[in-house]
């Protein structure tokens, strides 16, 4: 069984006790629940949920329970309303900015700055490309690119995430200030990743892929996307657990573009609340993905900022509590005036 909150309300004033309830301790409201049990689905109130058994206690309580803030040194990270992180490359060859900052972390380190400037809640930095076809980087030369610029980032008072998949960069970062850890593999790629993880206690972001041995772009073979990506989920953060990390750390991505098609990409960003039972913060990473240029006559990258932030207020609709983007500065301010319409609906009535 799985529970996707649905019937999303302006505000819970003027709705009965018990009909209406709050998603994740944050700013959405819903009514119902459409139940994914075989088929055909069905939508029930949310009052009705506690007839449908200990499965579904389990998912409603993971879907209304706040979401427990990190304290990350002198800094506190919350996820009662959605937060923008600023994507950092220094490689070569991503796909969106690919060069812009290789090989000066200086100017790589004021440009995070500038998003931390702008509104970014955190930075995140990689080091290695993940797009499709892109080669390895070795594990020396990622450090090199990435532990100058971690180091310049903390002393600057930024919350750092790095984007990488191996453990011994993993070690290197933290060891230079970064807090938090993001895995495309889910800890998965490298054998120690999960060791490393659990013993610096760090927080970490465990991204779906169907392949994370191999690079993550593989074919899915989904009979229901939705579910399978939630179900893979649920899995892995109980391994990870297992592996000793707490469940208050883990973060998780669906992983928009990861080994999935269009089609499956817009199942995913339709039933993102459905997230919510996994009882972790949901991070969405769509900012100029490829979905948006197949949406949009091909749009190139550098042409996809609406696309970008249409994703992300989709995300913030469907209470994702991170949303990872290129264009900090204007998926801020989206996020700023949807905030305003929130804040007069939940006090105005």
């Known amino acids: ?35 994914i ?51 950092l490359n220094v490689t070569p060859d991503s796909f969106s900015d690919g060069g812009k900052h290789v090989d000066d972390p200086a100017a790589a380190a004021a440009a995070g700055i500038d998003m931390a400037a702008a509104g970014a809640a955190m930075i995140d930095v990689g080091g290695e490309s993940t797009r499709p076809g892109a080669p390895a980087v070795w594990e020396g030369d990622e450090i090199e690119r990435l532990v100058p610029v971690v180091e310049r980032l903390v002393r600057a008072g930024a919350i750092v995430s790095v984007d990488t998949r191996k453990a011994g960069v993993m070690e290197a970062t933290l060891a230079a200030g970064a807090h938090i850890v993001n895995d495309v593999a889910a800890l998965l790629w490298d ?58 750390r883990i973060m998780v991505d669906p992983g928009i573009g990861f080994g999935k098609t269009l089609a499956e990409n817009l199942a995913l960003l339709n039933g993102l609340a459905i997230f919510h039972g996994l009882g972790c913060p949901i991070m969405l990473g769509a900012s100029r993905k490829r979905l948006i240029g197949a949406l949009s006559n091909e749009a190139p990258v550098d042409r996809r900022l609406a696309g970008s932030l ?6 913030a609709e469907a209470g994702v509590q991170v949303l990872r983007v290129h ?16 804040d007069q609906s939940l006090v105005g009535g």
């Open 37 to 87: 049990e075989g088929r055909p689905r069905r939508t029930i109130p949310v009052a009705d949920v506690a007839t449908l058994g200990e499965r579904a206690a389990h998912l409603h309580a993971a879907i209304t329970s706040p979401r427990a803030p990190l304290q990350l040194g002198e800094r506190t990270l919350r996820f009662d309303q959605p937060i923008v992180a600023g994507i």
């Open 310 to 315: 249409a994703l992300a207020l989709k995300g």
């Open 191 to 248: 054998d120690r990743a999960l060791d490393v993880v659990a013993k610096s206690g760090c927080p970490v972001v465990l991204m779906h892929s169907p392949d994370p041995k191999k690079g993550g772009h593989g074919q899915g073979g989904y009979g229901n996307v939705l579910t399978d990506v939630f179900d893979w989920l649920e899995t892995r953060i109980a391994a990870v657990i297992a592996g000793g990390v707490d469940a208050t």
């Open 1 to 35: 069984m799985h529970l996707r909150p649905v019937q999303f309300v302006d505000t819970p004033i003027g709705h009965a006790d018990n009909s209406v309830a709050r998603l994740a301790g944050g700013l959405q409201w819903f009514a119902a629940y459409e139940v």
């Open 327 to 342: 264009d900090v500065a204007e998926t801020v301010q989206a996020v700023k005036i949807w905030r305003g319409l929130r």
